[in-house]
């Protein structure tokens, strides 16, 4: 048998996803998995070919509905596959030089080795931390609750093949014994699932093994919207907010898109918003949209009202609250308040458009069925900067 990490382009041109786990599978012996059934006629046949899903290796080359693929798309599939396994068994082998053979969890400057990949740990100082208390750059671990094992998550660089920045996050700790496993292969399924998008992040390793799960995706850059709008002054100046402005549609539309399948980030943090370039802003990784939502599920420091309490699911707008007080925050200084009392925007930073402070009172509402879609909340908010109308809030104005 033949276990091999198996990609295919998403679309022409586009990046490489790993959609499973290929198993050649010989059916001409009687005693084997495939036996009893008519036996292919060549040993190319579909029949040789299993596919694995990655996140709990069920067979996806049989089934109902979506799971069925054509045998022209199976075939090609093996084609790619055992290309690559070609390729990679001329491949010199890897230097161990460097690599974490220490035991305990890996750490800056240590090489992790995620689907045949290397990626070194990046040591970054931690100033941040994001929704869920883990640093927004730095690399850090932490025990499991009741010490199952160890996680770790951070910025690391790819030396191998997928060269450049990435999001690593890793679990230590055996099957049904930690839930952030389970989070991370479900996000790995929810990646390879969703359409290709330039605002989301993409898959670029998975592996699993009986103690431990790592899970990477690219980013293609580790400078966050924090960085960007506070690295010259406390407050952005109307340029910095136009550049702003110009990186909040694709943004908005990766957050769409995920609230078009009925999902939700719902751990949006000023660092898991990537800035890589001026104009440019994308999401760092999924945060919970692979994890259903719960009332009560989060209390930080960006969280909306029924993440902390309610009744109600957090759901879409969820995301349009974080987002806001993301944003809020950035350009005033200062975090908005809570319980509807909020300093209009543009009392607290003059080059902010007084078109600008109703869109944040709807953004911020209490009520999730007040607030705006994302899309139209960004989209307003871009042409309010873009256009100001010259007017401006009174010194003590607040709603």
Known sequence: MCQRS???EATPGGADYHIAEAAHIVAEKPGGPRGAVD???????????VLLCPSDHRMIDKGDGRRVWSRRKLLQLKRDHESWTAVLASRPSTPAAGRHTRSGPPGPGDVIVVDGEPYRLCAERAVHRDVADHTEGAYETAVHSGGSGTWCQGHVYGEGATEGHAWLRRSDAPPGTDGLRAAL???????????????????LGLEMTPQTISLVTAMPSPVTLRDRLTRTRPLPSHDELTLLAGALPRLGDALGALH????????LSPGTILMPEPGTALLRDLGLAATAPRAGEKDDLHHAPEQAAGATPPGPPADVHRLARILYELITGRPAGRRGRHVAPSVLNPAVPARCDGMFL???????ARRPPVRAFVSSLRTAIETPDGRRSSPDRRY
Do not use: K, T, Y
């Open 39 to 49: 036996r292919p006629a060549d040993i190319d046949g579909i029949d040789n070919l």
């Open 260 to 267: 078009d399948r009925g999902l939700s980030h719902r751990a």
């Open 185 to 203: 292969a479900d996000e790995a399924a929810l990646l390879l699932e969703l359409p290709p998008h330039s605002g989301l992040p993409s898959l």
């Open 6 to 8: 198996l990609v295919i």
């Open 362 to 368: 709807r953004a911020l509402d209490a009520d999730p």
